[in-house]
């Protein structure tokens, strides 16, 4: 999939619902590469709810968000996975680089995050 995404180079908007699934470390990493290179992309919405991701999952997603310069709109649901409070931090570093913003959602709901994640 993030294969497949990172050759839409043009692409300026991204809906994928991967909730349900067991996606995991290794498959977070492939899909932040293939995002990481859809410089374009102005609104993004990623359903990732109940995929075994853990803190490295957010950061690998993060990490392939926050090259993407030119969004406008970012809707990211993470609920029921495993991010907890360090992985909170990396998604959170990341949204900040996204600073053509004017849209946020973000569902991280039953991940384990206490307050130094808050």
Same mark, same amino acid.
């Given at each position: 999939?993030?294969?497949?995404?990172?050759?839409?180079?043009?692409?300026?908007?991204?809906?994928?619902? $991967?909730?349900?699934?067991?996606?995991?470390?290794?498959?977070?990493?492939? $899909?932040? @590469?293939?995002? /990481?290179? #859809?410089?374009?992309?102005?609104?993004?919405?990623?359903? $990732?709810?109940?995929?075994?991701?853990?803190?490295? /999952?957010?950061?690998?997603?993060?990490?392939?968000?926050?090259?993407?310069?030119?969004?406008?709109?970012?809707?990211?649901?993470?609920?029921?996975? #495993?991010?907890?409070?360090?992985?909170?931090?990396?998604?959170? @570093?990341?949204?900040?680089? #996204?600073?053509?913003?004017?849209?946020?959602?973000?569902?991280?709901? /039953?991940?384990?995050?206490?307050?130094?994640?808050?």
């Amino acid at each position: 999939m993030g294969e497949g995404i990172s050759k839409c180079a043009a692409l300026t908007s991204l809906n994928l619902n $991967l909730s349900l699934n067991i996606i995991g470390e290794k498959g977070s990493k492939y $899909l932040g @590469e293939g995002m /990481s290179k #859809c410089i374009t992309l102005t609104s993004l919405t990623l359903d $990732l709810v109940r995929n075994h991701f853990g803190e490295n /999952s957010a950061r690998y997603l993060g990490s392939g968000i926050s090259k993407c310069v030119t969004l406008t709109s970012l809707n990211l649901n993470l609920s029921d996975n #495993c991010i907890g409070e360090n992985g909170v931090k990396y998604l959170g @570093e990341a949204i900040s680089k #996204c600073v053509t913003l004017t849209s946020l959602n973000l569902n991280i709901s /039953s991940n384990s995050i206490n307050d130094n994640g808050a």
